[in-house]
């Protein structure tokens, strides 16, 4: 009669440690790079889901106040420089804010009406990190923006002459 639990016993140690194995091997490289970009901010952060690419985009929108209230959505969004991010308040959640992290480079007044907007131009690349500050602690709202570089197209192409399109050894035109 014994036997039995012991047998559920060793195969739930077995199925238990095949399931710590499983999910070890299977890592997440989103996440890794997430975590290069943001460290541990968003630990605890109720809706971040990946970064938002608007690398394309000239202007981009959050919302202040969404999930229940108490998120910035999208929670981080990946922009090139000379973009703006307007920042719009629902008005769910109570009185909101925007202030960025570490240099106060960019900060809002609180608002808790619907269609407030707050909006800052980003010129320099980098991460820059931010958060609600009544609702930091108590929610752990906060949101990141990735500034890149704008790529730009670069003509590696080889001078050619231009009446008739040939290109000599050396590349000065002279054929």
Same mark, same amino acid.
């Given at each position: 009669?014994?036997?039995?639990?012991?047998?559920?016993?060793?195969?739930?140690?077995?199925?238990?440690?095949?399931?710590?194995?499983?999910?070890?091997?299977?890592?997440?490289?989103?996440?890794?790079?997430?975590?290069?970009?943001?460290?541990?901010?968003?630990?605890?952060?109720?809706?971040?889901?990946?970064?938002? &690419?608007?690398? +394309?985009?000239?202007?981009?929108?959050?919302?202040?106040?969404?999930?229940? @209230?108490?998120?910035?959505?999208?929670?981080?969004?990946?922009?090139?420089? =000379?973009?703006?991010?307007?920042?719009?308040?629902?008005?769910?959640?109570?009185?909101?804010?925007?202030?960025?992290?570490?240099?106060?480079?960019?900060?809002? =007044?609180?608002?808790?009406?619907?269609?407030?907007?707050?909006?800052?131009?980003?010129? #320099?690349?980098?991460?820059?990190? /931010? /958060?609600?500050?009544?609702?930091?602690?108590?929610?752990?709202?906060?949101?990141?923006?990735?500034?890149?570089?704008?790529?730009?197209?670069? +003509? &590696? #192409?080889?001078? =050619?002459?231009?009446?008739?399109?040939?290109?000599?050894?050396? @590349?000065? @035109?002279?054929?």
């Amino acid at each position: 009669m014994d036997e039995l639990p012991r047998r559920r016993t060793v195969l739930g140690a077995i199925s238990g440690g095949l399931t710590i194995a499983v999910a070890g091997c299977l890592g997440d490289d989103d996440q890794d790079i997430e975590e290069e970009t943001y460290g541990d901010w968003f630990r605890g952060a109720p809706n971040f889901e990946g970064t938002v &690419d608007e690398t +394309d985009s000239d202007e981009v929108e959050v919302l202040v106040g969404a999930a229940g @209230g108490f998120a910035y959505d999208p929670a981080a969004v990946r922009i090139t420089t =000379d973009t703006t991010v307007v920042w719009e308040w629902t008005g769910a959640g109570g009185g909101h804010d925007v202030v960025e992290e570490e240099d106060s480079l960019f900060e809002s =007044d609180i608002y808790d009406g619907e269609g407030e907007t707050f909006s800052h131009t980003f010129e #320099e690349p980098g991460v820059y990190r /931010y /958060y609600c500050s009544p609702h930091l602690e108590s929610h752990r709202m906060v949101g990141a923006v990735e500034v890149v570089e704008e790529e730009s197209e670069t +003509d &590696d #192409e080889e001078t =050619d002459d231009s009446s008739n399109g040939e290109t000599d050894a050396d @590349g000065d @035109g002279d054929t």
